[in-house]
């Protein structure tokens, strides 16, 4: 995290995470997502892929958000696969800090271009990732089941072409 990120709450840090982060992560990713959080094995699997980096932020000694990433070593694209905050951290800017590692993470294993899904239904996520130069580029009608919100698929690109 920035200072001024760590300055907004005292003992909030960012590090990558770890296998041992599973229960927590899965906690949360239900928690955020209750009609559609993947499963623990794909979220173990994404753990523990080559292709992936995961970042977890704490609150003391909880995990109260994470990220990640998917940008297998010599593609040019790059895929933010998730983010989620705990309601009572959000408005601290982790969102803002975690899009900046992610894209950070891309750049660094050679990406062009990210590319991320968000639900029509989340106009607060879409304007964090607007903000941080990510386009509408199509729109995957009923893609989020069961409940048949629609994704809004977003691309940044990080070279020019």
């Given amino acids: 995290m920035t200072a001024a990120e760590a300055g907004r709450g005292a003992g909030i840090r960012l590090r990558d995470a770890e296998f041992a982060d599973l ?10 997502f209750p009609t ?3 499963s623990r094995d794909l979220m173990a699997a994404e753990l523990a892929s080559p ?5 977890v932020v704490e609150s003391g000694d909880e995990v109260v958000a994470y990220a990640g990433l998917s940008a297998p070593a ?14 009572t951290h959000r408005r601290l800017g982790i969102g803002t800090v975690l899009v900046e590692q992610l894209l950070g993470a891309a750049r ?5 271009e990210v590319f991320l899904e968000v639900r029509a239904d989340n106009p607060g996520a879409e304007a964090l990732y607007a903000r941080h130069g990510f386009a509408r580029i199509a729109v995957r009608p009923r893609y989020y089941q069961p409940d ?7 691309r940044k ?3 020019d072409a």
């Fill in 108 to 112: 660094s294993r050679g990406a062009a």
């Fill in 23 to 32: 229960d927590a992560i899965m906690a949360l990713e239900t928690a955020t």
């Fill in 148 to 154: 048949g919100v629609d994704a809004i698929v977003m």
């Fill in 157 to 159: 690109m990080l070279k």
């Fill in 36 to 38: 559609d959080a993947w």
């Fill in 51 to 55: 292709h992936t980096a995961y970042l």
């Fill in 74 to 87: 010599g593609s040019e694209q790059a895929d933010i696969q998730t983010i989620a905050v705990d309601g």
